[in-house]
């Protein structure tokens, strides 16, 4: 099994370019998550999802955006990137955030922007 | 607020030697506790979660943790450290706010290093 898959692995952008982070996962899990890892910060969670077609808002979501037309994917967007976008991305997902299901996480797509 | 502390930026333990990660948490209500580990340039895995009942956990790998209510910590422990050990680990815990929706408050992390 694939698991969580994320694309790109490294990305360099310059401000103000836009790109796509794209995540898939194929266990059929209803939540799916992003986060942003800095340095001695742990998890920032930019974005989540209960199921096709619902997202919320994380603790830290200006300057992204998301969308979840299907279950297997959660692409994140970054507009008009900033320095400040400067981090590690990880996609994840469970089978019931509600009941503590482990979180299954993809290996991450590390982005600067200069 | 609630919130998850993991005091240690950094812990060193001989290979072979017992060791312990701390995390501390604050939150309502019983919680939802889980450790997850992250080698280099990898995702996160799980290793071991409370949710209920006995309050030592066994998980992947060998770790074990420990559940204390009355001082509100979920240690993460093994009798015998191996190099192979030598990675980032994570104390999470269940936000208990009617509107997180059940999302994780992570710790910062700490690096363990297990030397030969």
């Known amino acids: 099994n694939a698991g969580v898959t994320q694309t790109p692995k490294f990305r360099i952008l310059k401000i103000g370019q836009s790109m796509t982070l794209q995540c898939t996962q194929d266990?059929?899990?209803?939540?799916m998550y992003w986060y942003r890892q800095d340095p001695g910060m742990g998890l920032k969670l930019i974005y989540y999802?209960?199921?096709?077609?619902?997202?919320d808002k994380g603790e830290v979501p200006n300057g992204y955006n998301v969308s979840r037309s299907t279950t297997e994917d959660f692409p994140l967007r970054l507009e008009l990137a900033a320095p400040s976008q400067t981090s590690v991305y990880f996609c994840?997902?469970?089978?019931?955030?509600?009941?503590?299901?482990?979180?299954?996480f993809g290996n991450g797509t590390r982005l600067t922007v200069t | 607020a609630q919130s998850v502390a993991q005091p240690e930026d950094q812990v060193n333990v001989a290979e072979g030697n017992p060791l312990t990660v701390k995390c501390t948490y604050s939150?309502?209500?019983?919680?939802?506790l889980f450790w997850y580990v992250q080698y280099p340039n990898r995702g996160l895995q799980f290793l071991l979660k409370?949710?209920?009942?006995d309050n030592l956990v066994k998980g992947s790998y060998g770790f074990e943790a420990e559940f204390n209510k009355s001082q509100t910590s979920f240690h993460l422990k093994k009798p015998s450290a191996l190099v192979s050990d030598s990675a980032l680990y994570f104390c999470?815990?269940?936000?208990?706010?009617?509107?997180?929706?059940?999302?994780?408050?992570w710790g910062a992390g700490t690096k363990l290093i297990i030397k030969p």
């Open positions: 999470a815990v269940r936000d208990m706010k009617g509107d997180s929706n059940y999302q994780l408050i």
């Open positions: 939150v309502s209500g019983n919680p939802y």
């Open positions: 409370y949710i209920t009942g």
């Open positions: 266990m059929n899990h209803n939540y």
């Open positions: 999802s209960v199921g096709a077609g619902i997202t």
């Open positions: 994840a997902s469970s089978y019931d955030g509600r009941q503590g299901s482990p979180l299954h």
